[in-house]
């Protein structure tokens, strides 16, 4: 099994990992890194499987489709770095004759900041781990990691940190591009390390918190790119229920038990009109919870904390549970959801426990009688990674419609129509962040942009060309997409 | 005379300001706002201009230049505005057929953060002040700001205040999309202020981090974008020296005495070469800096932290005087430079005090023999703004030159050849930051990409045309630049 990292053994990691850092400026070598790993993930994928489960019990099928995600993103993050315009290249030329002083020479263009720090999830032990998003956007921009274990999949990490390691020297990289290390002290030790110039963490907010307020707290400090916790809400309209209440009802609850409800991006708060279309949305949601298999967490920590969470929310005046979430019996949890008057959240009080997340399979259903309380209600939340509206057809053009999209923007990074929230495509125009708690930064961790959190820019000044970056060069021998005297170019 | 903000005040105008900040949605207000602000100053400038010398000292010339840079970049940023390329339009169409899931709808663009607090700088009563940079690129980013005055030019604030509201009603928009507020209290309870969404700053390095610390520790914690401090190093080599020594000494004094070294820029230290091409550098340094004038610095506390500053540093064991600096009479402050055997400085001890930031018009003049002083002296430093590189005319193609670039490259924002930081150009490409302490995030201060700091990206997924921003649909009614299914367009 492994061991817990003691203070020499993460002193030596970050230093190894800062030694490897000039090999990464090599771009190819970067991308070929990405594919390398990408492709002995896959060629490996049994064994990893097999491993991931016995410590998360996640089951075979999540888990390949989670491998096939880790494996399409790290080959996503090889073509931003080949394609090149991350570096966000921007070139002025001099103009003696500018207003008010003459301009010199300018040539912008974005840097690697170094070692990251990358603290793995929970829940997802391939996609938001050792070789998950954070790791993957990091090597993309040229920063070694050094990743804090979850503590959950131990030998997992060391499965996939042996990969992303063969996969540097297969490059021609130092294997030490990647490291990992195992334990508490081990993670409070990283985010406070001199050489370590970033940071990534997926999981609670009381420990992300914790980190990030040590990040802040540094004699240098460094940026924190936390995701920490999100309800996220979803809305109901009259008419959509009126329209698709059946439909709303069992997509919903697929949407919650998802996972046995061990997403961030799982739907906590569920506004639904009151009356009888709203009734029927609950008859279905009842329905479909009922069915939900019981489901093991994916610890025994997690698995009380959710008991007690549920409990605690049931007893609440006016909480009822027509499908009661809780103990299932052998280490499994069984899926349920409560419901409660939008009244009762209106106004600061014991019920804003409902409006805090609780991992797991259970979510909350609001139900309102005015537009006025659903305002009063989202008003009240915190940020969010998403939030959703279902509408009914003939509001796909209607002005209230968009009024409530533009309602929910300010609580979310990402607003969804007649959708559900879990499952985060990996895609360009993804962003999987949100005002705080939800983020700690304005940053994503899935899609293109999250290369971003791990560079800086920089602006070479009247510099001789052969002194520039390739990448600066008016020649531009890489073929890099870039902004040359305001006009955007490739 | 102006008063101090109580806590009402300032939570008077923080509300008022994010009560404004609907209106400022719109580009097409927020570009003329930002045009109008710029004629407006211009019209008053002989006003704004006299009530800023007589609160700062700088002399109506440089304060005249000054009001012009303001004014160019209030219009620079409306231009960033109409083109809209700041808003990272990302579009990627519905996919049923992508690996490893089919992929919806996605559509990303930048919104802006809310209220903004802009904390004005002491050396700079116009471009970064008022109606500076950190309020041109809040405004034209979609975001209302409550400007914290610097103590050293209240009257000064006051009226660019009065501006900015006059330009803000002129353009339709609300006048409470900018204020001011006074008071070393105010700036405190601004940026804990639960309405308050960003910060930005530029002064020193103890109250800049003081207030970092404070939106770190907020329950809900906020970018901080703080200017604190830099030394600006510049290194000659050998074959710079022998070729130009006088040219290089004259350039020197012009910058690192410039407005009496109150920039942020400022060289504060130089290495050059020991032997007689470095001494003739030094003899032409001492000349022109005794021609230089008695200046005085901004306000009583600054003369006497530079006397007292100045003092301490030349009284260090091996450090000598060419011209002194110090007290000039008259609350005048004359101009001198110290120097030093670099060997003093390759380890720990207390000649760290040279490479420590004094503001004011003293250089340190650090002597090296060897290219490994140089490298090592240089690997002791903290974060700048600008580093710097004097060459001779053949390593304009040579290895070594490229090398000291390259080294030179993570110490800095803005990297110079045979130029002087003094003078930040308002283009595209330029970036005014720099690592800890020169900048407390990884943004600009100064130049286009100056607005970033002020947004953050939502998606939308899966939704109607009608309930999109127009800036997001396939017509793009306002022929924004975007990106669409992985391509760049316009």
Known sequence: MVTEATAEDVDRAVRAAAAAAPALTDRGARSALLRTAAALLEEDAPHIVETADAETALGAPRL?????????????????????????????????????????????????????????????????????????????????????????????????????????????????????????????????????????????????????????????????????????????????????????????????????????????????PAGEPGDRLVTALAEATTAAPAGVLLDARMRERFVAGVRERAALPGVTAPVEPGDGGENAVRAGFLTVAAARLTERGPHDLLTEECFGPVTVVVRYDTDEEVVCVLGRLAGNLTATVHIGDAEASDASAAALVARLTPLAGRVLVNGWPTGVAVAPAQHHGGPYPATTSTSTSVGATAIERWLRPVTYQDTPPALLPPELRDDNPMGIPRRVNGRAQG
């Not at 294997?175 to 999981?203: K, W």
């Open 64 to 272: 390949n489709g989670e491998l096939a995600r880790t494996a399409y993103q790290l080959r996503a993050f090889a073509d931003v770095v080949d394609e090149g315009a991350f570096l966000d290249v921007i070139i002025d030329h001099a103009d003696p004759g500018a207003g008010p002083v003459p301009r010199p020479d300018l040539r912008r263009y974005k840097i690697p900041l170094g070692v990251v720090a990358v603290y793995a999830a929970s829940n997802f032990p391939l996609a938001f781990s050792v070789p998950g998003g954070d790791t993957a956007s990091a090597l993309a921009a040229g920063c070694p990691v050094v990743v804090k274990a979850h503590p959950g999949h131990p030998a997992t990490s060391q499965l996939c940190a042996a990969i992303l390691r063969r996969a540097a020297a297969q490059a021609g990289l130092p294997e030490d591009v990647v490291s990992v290390v195992h334990g508490f002290d081990a993670g409070v030790r990283l985010v406070s390390h001199p050489l370590v110039n970033a940071a990534g963490f997926t999981g609670s907010i009381s420990g992300g918190r914790a980190l990030y307020d040590a990040a802040a707290a540094r004699p240098r400090p460094i940026p924190f790119h936390g995701e920490l916790g999100s309800l996220n809400p979803v809305v109901v309209t009259p008419a959509a229920a009126a329209e698709r209440a059946e439909q709303i009802g069992a997509g919903l609850a697929a949407s919650f038990t998802l996972s046995s409800g061990q997403f961030c991006t799982k739907p906590g708060l569920v506004l639904a």
